[in-house]
């Protein structure tokens, strides 16, 4: 057992230092810290409106969305490194292979995947927290107990998420039946209000109140899962062999018009079939947008004059960026190397397709003009659209077809946040003094088209690593 | 049809394919031979300009790669080491895809007939990401000869294919070759290469350590594999 552990440990490092280099990749955790640290920093100024227990909620949810994150990937993510590595060989996956059974291999790789995300996402976080609270005026035992506490939720998350995969690899019926159950047990909790936030999210309850009860609520939600996936995992995954009448071709006549209106039509199916469909939509997009709303509600109060229409629309800007991450989630140019096929004209193709998906936030901003604010709708509009074709451009040119590995390279990542951040915020303290300046982002289209010019050239003159 | 001279590839201090220079005429079926990394997929893809050579040249079909892979990549046909097919279309909606980046008409009858010599019509609607490594290779070869390419690339062509198919793939390669094609492969199989080669290179640590008609070395009277062997041992990589 320390042995696979040992091996699964130096595998997911390097797994991650081959994709965003070794340097890049161990100063991810410093990045996570000193964002925690900075943001932590700010917590007073929004303790008005966004109290310090709602606050600790959200950063629960997020870590415990964080392990069923990576639970999912580390369960079904070999697509991803497939297409990543070419045929991806990972000692989680040989139990057929090697004298050692499912079982253990399972075993191993929960409590790998539980030791190297704590110390890459947990522990920096609650050390940046904690390294903040002597000036937030905060018990510095506040930032272990943070520490504790995130970790529990962030095990619940993996825990469920295993023992959900397990049943699933089991059978379909079973996993729909078990999810009815509970939800119906919720719905009966909620009604009979035995069931508050404290008892559902346990390692919340334990850090706002430390005490045993909840410790060990927390402890049972993890241990229990972990075990039924261990002792009942299994590699014989059902047939979901999916099949389908060609999309691709009466897709691509009606999109005709566009130009590259196969490459448009294959990135829609690539959406439409993926996996996590909706949930890509939720995780990268709503979600954050509900934040920005949250943020933006308190904004409204410490700074008299600010036009929330416009400053939404600068941060959606930014936000529908990531939908050519979605774009380009599932498309590998490997699968492109033997085709009389340019980066560039990959690039070009992903554009339109950007371009027909940001009818969506589009959309999403018409919607919050006309529930207040449509007198600087189209200010707003024209910053959404300047704000939006600039981090694409940015993302672009620094990352090409590569966005979902590359942006979390911390230089990168730096770099990426150089070149849109003081753009954002001069934009948005324009906006203050009129929100008619926020059609001065228009600006931003001659070098949003400078970037994709040269990040085309860029990645044009790049080459498949690998021999 | 391929013209290599003093190709070399170098990934920082590993040199994958040294000098290497050789020609390959119309109709010729040339496979290259080596051990596992000695240079094979880096010459298919230096010969196919999806990577550049570190120095020397190679023009094919009378185009200087370096300069026009693209439209090198336009006239031959293609199989790539590992069969990469785009994972949420269709084996149909992938020869579709392939058919309207190459511009081709009659894709229908195109389709058909691979789906038929290569047998996996009843595969056409399943997802690519959900298709057997075999079904894979087939549909790498479909999008190799879709447009029916006087030159063809391949790298390592019968792997994960059962016998049957393999029995299937060598009389295509055969019968490609006597109405006018021309192929250039890489195997490390020396069975295949004894059976259907008209001519045969050996690389090893990126040289071209031999490159002859294999009649002549039948007509020898040496094995391919004794030949074979004698010559990648006896490399001391001087």
């Given at each position: 057992m320390p042995d696979l552990f040992l091996a699964m440990m130096k595998e997911e490092w390097r797994i991650h230092s081959t994709i965003f280099g070794s340097l890049g990749f161990a100063f991810f955790p410093v990045v996570v810290a000193v964002f925690a640290f900075l943001g932590s920093l700010a917590l007073p100024l929004f303790r008005d409106t966004l109290p310090y227990a709602t606050v600790a909620l959200l950063a629960q949810i997020l870590f415990l969305m964080m392990g069923v994150m990576v639970g999912s990937f580390g369960l079904m993510g070999r697509e991803f490194m497939n297409r990543r590595f070419g045929q991806a060989s990972l000692v989680a996956y040989a139990s057929r292979s090697l004298p050692v059974s499912e079982r253990r291999i399972f075993a191993a790789f929960l409590v790998k995947d539980t030791v190297y995300?704590?110390?890459?996402?947990?522990?920096?976080?609650?050390?940046?927290?904690?390294?903040?609270?002597?000036?937030?005026?905060?018990?510095?035992?506040?930032?272990?107990?943070?520490?504790?506490?995130?970790?529990?939720?962030?095990l619940v998350g993996l825990s469920i998420v295993c023992f959900l995969s397990t049943l699933y690899a089991h059978s379909v019926r079973l996993l729909a039946g078990t999810v009815v159950v509970l939800a119906v047990l919720a719905l009966a909790g909620l009604r009979l209000g035995a069931i508050t936030v404290s008892t559902a999210l346990p390692p919340y309850a334990f850090f706002i109140d430390?005490?045993?009860?909840?410790?060990?609520?927390?402890?049972?939600l993890i241990l229990?899962?972990?075990?039924?996936?261990?002792?009942?995992?299994?590699?014989?995954?059902?047939?979901?062999?999916?099949?389908?009448?060609?999309?691709?071709?009466?897709?691509?006549?009606?999109?005709?018009?566009?130009?590259?209106?196969?490459?448009?039509?294959?990135?829609a199916l690539d959406l439409l079939r993926s996996e996590g469909g909706a949930g890509?939509?939720?995780?990268?997009?709503?979600?954050?947008?509900?934040?920005?709303?949250?943020?933006?509600?308190?904004?409204?109060?410490?700074?008299?004059?600010?036009?929330?229409?416009?400053?939404?629309?600068?941060?959606?800007?930014?936000?529908?960026?990531t939908i050519y991450n979605w774009l380009t989630e599932f498309d590998s140019f490997s699968s492109y190397t033997f085709?009389?096929?340019?980066?560039?004209?990959?690039?070009?193709?992903?554009?339109?397709?950007?371009?027909?998906?940001?009818?969506?936030?589009?959309?999403?901003?018409?919607?919050?003009?006309?529930?207040?604010?449509?007198?600087?709708?189209?200010?707003?509009?024209?910053?959404?659209?300047?704000?939006?074709?600039?981090?694409?451009?940015?993302?672009?040119?620094?990352?090409?077809?590569?966005?979902?590995?590359?942006?979390?390279?911390a230089g990168v990542f730096l770099r990426y946040l150089l070149a849109i951040s003081p753009a954002l915020l001069l934009l948005i303290f324009a906006s203050i003094f009129d929100p008619a300046y926020a059609a001065l982002s228009l600006l931003l289209v001659l070098p949003a088209a400078l970037l994709l010019s040269r990040g085309r050239t860029k990645w044009q003159a790049w080459e498949m690593p690998g021999y | 049809m391929i013209e290599a001279n003093d190709l070399t590839k170098e990934y920082g201090s590993v040199?994958?394919?040294?000098?290497?220079?050789?020609?390959?005429?119309?109709?010729?079926?040339?496979?290259?031979?080596?051990?596992?990394?000695?240079?094979?997929?880096?010459?298919?893809?230096?010969?196919?300009?999806?990577?550049?050579?570190?120095?020397?040249?190679?023009?094919?079909?009378?185009?200087?790669?370096?300069?026009?892979?693209?439209?090198?990549?336009?006239?031959?046909?293609?199989?790539?080491?590992?069969?990469?097919?785009?994972?949420?279309?269709?084996?149909?909606?992938?020869?579709?895809?392939?058919?309207?980046?190459?511009?081709?008409?009659?894709?229908?009858?195109?389709?058909?007939?691979?789906?038929?010599?290569?047998?996996?019509?009843?595969?056409?609607?399943?997802?690519?990401?959900?298709?057997?490594?075999?079904?894979?290779?087939?549909?790498?070869?479909?999008?190799?000869?879709l447009h029916e390419p006087r030159l063809a690339l391949i790298d390592e062509p019968l792997i994960n294919l059962d016998p049957i198919m393999q029995r299937t793939v060598k009389d295509f390669l055969r019968s490609y070759v006597r109405d006018g094609g021309t192929i250039f492969f890489s195997t490390h199989i020396l069975e295949i290469a004894e059976e259907i080669c008209d001519r045969i290179g050996i690389i090893h640590n990126g040289r071209l350590l031999h490159s002859?008609?294999?009649e002549d070395l039948v007509g020898s009277g040496r094995h391919l594999e004794s030949f074979f062997l004698d010559l990648v041992k006896g490399d001391t990589g001087a």
């Amino acid at each position: 057992m320390p042995d696979l552990f040992l091996a699964m440990m130096k595998e997911e490092w390097r797994i991650h230092s081959t994709i965003f280099g070794s340097l890049g990749f161990a100063f991810f955790p410093v990045v996570v810290a000193v964002f925690a640290f900075l943001g932590s920093l700010a917590l007073p100024l929004f303790r008005d409106t966004l109290p310090y227990a709602t606050v600790a909620l959200l950063a629960q949810i997020l870590f415990l969305m964080m392990g069923v994150m990576v639970g999912s990937f580390g369960l079904m993510g070999r697509e991803f490194m497939n297409r990543r590595f070419g045929q991806a060989s990972l000692v989680a996956y040989a139990s057929r292979s090697l004298p050692v059974s499912e079982r253990r291999i399972f075993a191993a790789f929960l409590v790998k995947d539980t030791v190297y995300y704590i110390l890459l996402y947990v522990l920096p976080f609650a050390a940046g927290f904690a390294a903040a609270t002597p000036f937030i005026a905060l018990d510095p035992m506040v930032g272990l107990l943070a520490f504790v506490s995130l970790t529990l939720a962030f095990l619940v998350g993996l825990s469920i998420v295993c023992f959900l995969s397990t049943l699933y690899a089991h059978s379909v019926r079973l996993l729909a039946g078990t999810v009815v159950v509970l939800a119906v047990l919720a719905l009966a909790g909620l009604r009979l209000g035995a069931i508050t936030v404290s008892t559902a999210l346990p390692p919340y309850a334990f850090f706002i109140d430390p005490g045993p009860g909840p410790l060990a609520l927390a402890l049972l939600l993890i241990l229990v899962p972990s075990a039924v996936s261990v002792l009942f995992v299994t590699v014989e995954y059902p047939d979901r062999t999916k099949r389908f009448n060609n999309c691709l071709d009466p897709l691509a006549e009606r999109l005709r018009a566009l130009g590259s209106a196969h490459f448009i039509a294959k990135d829609a199916l690539d959406l439409l079939r993926s996996e996590g469909g909706a949930g890509k939509v939720i995780f990268s997009f709503l979600l954050p947008l509900g934040l920005v709303w949250v943020c933006l509600s308190v904004l409204i109060r410490f700074i008299p004059g600010i036009d929330p229409l416009v400053v939404f629309a600068v941060l959606l800007g930014v936000i529908s960026a990531t939908i050519y991450n979605w774009l380009t989630e599932f498309d590998s140019f490997s699968s492109y190397t033997f085709l009389p096929v340019e980066v560039s004209e990959v690039i070009d193709g992903k554009l339109k397709s950007y371009g027909l998906a940001s009818l969506l936030p589009v959309a999403v901003l018409a919607l919050a003009a006309a529930t207040g604010g449509a007198g600087t709708f189209l200010p707003a509009l024209a910053a959404f659209l300047s704000v939006s074709a600039y981090t694409l451009a940015v993302t672009v040119y620094l990352t090409g077809l590569h966005p979902n590995v590359m942006l979390y390279s911390a230089g990168v990542f730096l770099r990426y946040l150089l070149a849109i951040s003081p753009a954002l915020l001069l934009l948005i303290f324009a906006s203050i003094f009129d929100p008619a300046y926020a059609a001065l982002s228009l600006l931003l289209v001659l070098p949003a088209a400078l970037l994709l010019s040269r990040g085309r050239t860029k990645w044009q003159a790049w080459e498949m690593p690998g021999y | 049809m391929i013209e290599a001279n003093d190709l070399t590839k170098e990934y920082g201090s590993v040199t994958a394919v040294n000098r290497v220079s050789f020609s390959i005429a119309e109709g010729e079926l040339f496979g290259l031979l080596g051990p596992n990394g000695s240079g094979k997929t880096t010459m298919i893809r230096m010969l196919t300009g999806q990577i550049r050579p570190t120095s020397g040249s190679a023009r094919v079909m009378g185009l200087d790669v370096a300069r026009d892979p693209i439209r090198v990549r336009k006239l031959v046909g293609i199989i790539p080491e590992q069969e990469t097919p785009p994972s949420f279309l269709t084996a149909e909606e992938y020869l579709r895809f392939v058919a309207r980046i190459r511009n081709l008409d009659r894709v229908d009858e195109r389709c058909d007939r691979w789906f038929d010599l290569l047998e996996f019509r009843e595969k056409r609607d399943v997802l690519c990401k959900d298709l057997s490594r075999g079904t894979r290779q087939k549909l790498m070869f479909a999008q190799a000869f879709l447009h029916e390419p006087r030159l063809a690339l391949i790298d390592e062509p019968l792997i994960n294919l059962d016998p049957i198919m393999q029995r299937t793939v060598k009389d295509f390669l055969r019968s490609y070759v006597r109405d006018g094609g021309t192929i250039f492969f890489s195997t490390h199989i020396l069975e295949i290469a004894e059976e259907i080669c008209d001519r045969i290179g050996i690389i090893h640590n990126g040289r071209l350590l031999h490159s002859g008609r294999i009649e002549d070395l039948v007509g020898s009277g040496r094995h391919l594999e004794s030949f074979f062997l004698d010559l990648v041992k006896g490399d001391t990589g001087a």
